[in-house]
């Protein structure tokens, strides 16, 4: 999963859903909470958040890179994320030894896997780091093209 907060001031009669508003919607949180069972992951987002979410859906043409706010995703387990990394560090011939003392010294980290969003600052050195590869990648991908429309006219 990725995703991405952009902030912005909505254009106008760009605003699709407020969440904010339905949830002020005593009609809306009475129909939700009678009918929670019949809908899909209920129990992942509104059965989780409620009102605390304050997101509104938009339709708008273009959002520029300003108006990144943050960005997150979600990683693979723990587990999964010691097994490769461990991999990494002793090959295929790690021993018992070597994976106890490894798992048993990153076990405070356990929680840092899963679900995290960067903190504005965070993103922002992030993209940072990033934007210096645009310009290759951008001349990688045209050369790219290029190449697939020469194929597809031989």
Do not use: C
């Given at each position: 999963m990725r995703a991405t907060i952009f902030q912005i001031v909505p254009p106008p009669g760009s605003v699709i859903v407020n969440l904010a508003a339905l949830y002020a919607d005593r009609q809306f949180c009475e129909a939700m909470q009678?009918?929670?069972a019949e809908i899909p992951s209920f129990?992942?987002?509104a059965g989780s958040y409620w009102?605390?979410?304050q997101?509104?859906?938009l339709e708008i043409d273009t959002v520029e890179?300003?108006?990144i706010y943050s960005?997150?995703?979600e990683s693979s387990d723990f587990d999964t994320l010691m097994l490769v990394t461990a991999f990494l560090a002793f090959g295929p011939d790690m021993t018992?030894?070597?994976w106890d003392e490894f798992r048993n010294r990153a076990?405070?980290?356990r929680h840092e896997a899963g679900k995290r969003w960067l903190d504005p600052d965070a993103f922002r050195r992030s993209l940072a780091r990033v934007q210096q590869h645009v310009p290759r990648l951008l001349e990688k991908k045209r050369a790219q093209d290029a190449a697939k429309a020469t194929q597809r006219v031989d």
């Open positions: 009678s009918r929670f129990d992942d987002g009102d605390i979410e997101e509104v859906v890179q300003a108006d960005m997150g995703g018992k030894a070597q076990e405070s980290l």
